[in-house]
């Protein structure tokens, strides 16, 4: 109930103006955000580098609605990528980039698929020279059919292109089937936007069970897995279908957020698991925190005490 009411208002304008200017806020957003700038990013994935593991960099922001906005995106993406490989942060993979498909446009009427085609195309080429790789973030059920149309669209040029899948939605379980084939790069989550009991499924002990199915297609797949939870019980689920399937530790990864259960990602790490830490980074950071404020009670203290402050 809470959580879909967090939800709601991060939709609302007057709620992320009080949210945005209270001053308890910024203790908040640094715990989960690494800061507004690139050179914010490049230290915060620098240091979680040396600390054995790996990171994918979010550009914060959604719902474009101009498309000189979302070609911004995209160049933003350009510049970050070209300043980690001069850095020498991307080999083999090791720092990527994670992009929202309405960041760069595919929410603009009439040719939003288009749009963020275009623009993701050249993140993908940018990503090539920089010798890492993309992967397209999945947004609220409305995107879910275009988002993964643009897969489907750059993939034959940009075969390592990463797409995101949530076990929260009903149709989740067939689009792993589809898409754990050869090479193919997929992220499964729980999911964090709101959407209706028809398209997802309402309790969370099923969208649980949906992610143990999904985890077991994809290990059972040709492909590579990003098995994106803090879920302790699902974790311990994967590591058993790992040792099951006897599945090498490169052939897979496991990715947190940054700012969540920072021991687990350094224990995984220690026992020879590959773990991605998912940073993100800008000055948009409103839409992101919500969704992270609603997915655990215990961080509500901090945003209702940043609220209180500003009465
Ligand atoms: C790398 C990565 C990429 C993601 N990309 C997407 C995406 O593209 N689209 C999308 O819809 N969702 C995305 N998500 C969010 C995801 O859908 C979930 O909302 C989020 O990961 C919480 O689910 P969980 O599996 O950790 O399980 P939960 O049951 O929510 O959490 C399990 C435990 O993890 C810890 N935990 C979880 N979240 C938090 C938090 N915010 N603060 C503090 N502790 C927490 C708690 O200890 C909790 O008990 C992504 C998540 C990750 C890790």
Redesign the pocket.
């Known amino acids: 109930m809470l959580r879909q009411v967090l939800l709601a208002a991060s939709a609302s304008q007057r709620v992320r103006r009080v949210v945005s200017t209270a001053p308890l806020t910024r203790d908040v957003v640094t715990r ?1 955000v690494a800061g507004e700038t690139t050179a914010d990013a490049l230290a915060v994935a620098q240091r979680l580098l040396a600390d054995g593991l790996l990171v ?1 960099l979010d550009y914060l922001g959604e719902d474009t609605v101009d498309p000189e906005q979302a070609a911004a995106v995209a160049s933003e993406y350009v510049t970050l990528l070209e300043r980690l490989c001069a850095d020498g942060l991307t080999a083999g993979g090791r720092t990527e980039v ?1 992009v ?1 498909p309405t960041a760069v446009g595919l929410g603009l009427v009439g040719h939003g698929a288009k749009t963020a085609a275009e623009n993701i195309a050249r993140i993908c080429v940018a990503a090539r020279a920089a010798g890492t790789t993309v ?6 059920h409305t995107h879910v059919e275009a988002t993964l149309g643009l897969v489907s669209e750059l993939r034959p040029d940009f075969p390592d292109l990463g797409c ?1 899948l ?3 939605l009903r149709r989740t379980p067939g689009d792993c089937e589809a898409l754990a084939g050869d090479r193919s790069r997929v ?1 499964l ?5 709101r959407a209706p009991d028809g398209v997802a499924l309402p309790a ?1 002990s099923e ?2 069970r949906s ?1 143990a199915r999904c985890m077991r297609t994809l290990l059972a797949g040709a492909g590579y897995p ?1 098995l ?5 019980r ?1 974790i311990a689920i994967a590591q058993s279908l790992v040792a099951a399937g006897g599945r090498d530790a490169s052939s897979y990864e496991y ?3 940054y ?3 920072r021991d687990e990602q350094q224990r995984l790490a220690a026992g020879g698991e590959q773990v ?3 940073v993100p980074y800008g000055s948009d950071w409103y839409g992101y925190l919500v ?6 009670p ?2 509500l203290t901090f945003f209702l005490r940043a609220l209180r402050s500003r009465q």
């Open positions: 989960f994918t994670s929202k992967t397209l973030d999945m947004e609220d995101v949530q076990s929260y992220r989550c729980k999911g964090a936007y969370r969208v649980d992610f990003m994106a939870t803090h879920d302790p699902l990715q947190m957020l700012g969540v259960r991605r830490v998912y969704r992270r404020l609603a997915e655990r215990a961080n």
